[in-house]
């Protein structure tokens, strides 16, 4: 049952006769205390709530409900209610545990869309059972094949990952470089419901705040100077898909705001043209940076971020799981040996210990880029420490010390001592400098001024 709380019977009545046509049981209650009598008798599967029920707008009313409600019902998930100048209120909400925000005038789309999320992951909440979780019952329920390991950290991680899957809940992947975000928010629209539709990777670090609109919305010919035709936009070439956001830690405000209309609305406008376009499209989103730290900086919005991480998933460094290392390396030799048509191609047990021991400061990526040189490099076919240890040297962002690894040095020193051995490695070379780190160059640019490194 859901109930629906606001003292406008008009918005009762019309969300009412909504989920109802959906199929939902609908109670409503024009009062805080009418709500608390009937949930009390009755507990609602999802509770709808308006932040005001009075001339007032303060929204304390709202507040103070929702606190109670999470109080008595804290595995229950509510929905709030709002006007786009209370965003505020909202995000205000979300921080008191709500778990969406709807902005008046709503969209029916969005709305049931945002009931339908909170509902399916509040009982795949219901029906966790952490004791229950390894490896091989996750790879029985879902299809994880691209990523390796049986670290108790990413296992937890992959079976969140697969509960969510089943949801069309925005998630955002955090994690450093080279740690697989990619690979994760792929997994998890490979699991979903969306798996026929398209996966559209878009990285913002990349795109000029100037070019936002034409990537993303599109346009028509002519709407511009450059535009030489008609082009569709990432939200449009998503449809029916998953729209894998990556370095959304990189979006300038003003890209900020363009995003959450889209996102609130799920519709747009492409540019030369004043028609409204839907946007059905499930949104995972990645970063390497610290989005708390830029809410604390006001460099990235409160509501935003709201918006887009309804569930997030943290991947840790490799050096936080050294046990899948060995496990990892013998993948990747057995993907090289098809690629190179080297089937007797094969590692020391040594080697494997070896590199175990080593900080990989890039990552999966790096270890994947330094193996896969080694192959190429060596004409042995059983690669030893000798054969690794070239390469290794070579990079010059992998240290041997262990003692490095167990946390001597903070993530941007990490970054900071990465990007000037591979600025060293390759001459300067800006291209080949952000290849090497996996960034784009207009990513790199952005480190290299936030380091104060000469390129």
């Known amino acids: 049952m859901i109930l629906i709380i606001d003292d406008d019977r008009a918005v009762r009545s019309s969300l009412g006769l909504l989920l109802r046509q959906a199929g939902f049981k609908v109670e409503t209650a024009d009062s805080p205390e009418s709500a608390m009598n009937i949930a009390t008798h009755s507990v609602p599967d999802l509770f709808v709530l308006d932040m005001n029920f009075s001339m007032a707008t303060t929204g304390d009313e709202g507040l103070n409900l929702l606190r109670d409600l999470k109080d008595r019902w804290p595995d229950k998930p509510v929905i709030l209610i709002t006007a786009w ?61 691209n990523l390796i390991g049986e ?112 996102l609130q609305d799920k519709s747009f406008e492409v540019l030369g043209s004043s028609e409204t376009i839907a946007a059905d499209f499930r949104l995972i989103s990645a970063t390497n940076r610290n989005l708390e730290e830029m809410l604390t900086g006001k460099t990235f919005r409160e509501d935003l971020y709201y918006r887009i991480n309804l569930i997030t998933l943290h991947l840790p460094p490799l050096r936080e799981r ?9 993948y990747f030799i057995s993907n090289l040996k098809k690629v190179y048509g080297r089937p007797e191609l094969t590692v020391t047990s040594r080697a494997l210990d070896w590199l175990s021991d080593l900080a990989w400061y890039g990552n999966i990526r790096e270890m994947r880029n330094v193996v896969e040189r080694t192959v190429l490099v060596s004409g042995q076919s059983e690669l030893d420490i000798d054969d690794f240890a070239e390469q290794v040297q070579q990079t010059g962002t992998i240290s041997t010390d262990t003692q490095t ?51």
């Open 85 to 145: 100048g209370s965003i505020e209120l909202a995000v205000t909400g979300m921080k008191s545990g709500a778990s969406d925000f709807i902005t008046k005038p709503w969209s029916n789309q969005r709305f049931l869309e945002s009931v339908r999320t909170a509902l399916s992951l509040s009982r795949s909440t219901a029906d966790h059972s952490p004791a229950s979780i390894t490896r091989d019952s996750i790879d029985e329920r879902y299809d994880f094949s």
């Open 151 to 262: 670290d108790a950290n990413l296992v937890s991680i992959l079976e969140a990952a697969g509960r969510v899957s089943a949801t069309d809940a925005s998630v955002l992947i955090t994690g450093e470089s080279g740690t697989g975000k990619e690979l994760l928010a792929e997994a998890i629209h490979v699991n979903s419901g969306r798996a026929g539709g398209p996966f559209v990777k878009v990285n913002l670090g990349g795109i000029p705040a100037s070019l936002f609109e034409s990537e993303m919305f599109g346009h028509k010919k002519g709407a511009f100077t450059d535009a030489k035709q008609d082009r569709k936009g990432r939200f449009e070439l998503s449809d029916s898909g998953t729209l894998f956001l990556d370095e959304i830690g990189d979006l300038d405000l003003s890209s900020q705001v363009k995003l959450l209309r889209v």
């Open 322 to 330: 050294t046990s899948d290392i060995p496990s990892l390396v013998c």
């Open 405 to 455: 690894s167990a946390g001597t040095l903070t993530i941007d020193e990490m970054e900071r001592k990465m990007i000037e051995k591979a600025l060293e490695l390759h001459d300067r070379n800006i291209t080949k400098v952000a290849q090497s780190l996996g960034l784009s160059r207009a990513a790199l640019y952005r480190r290299l001024e936030k380091y104060g490194i000469e390129p």
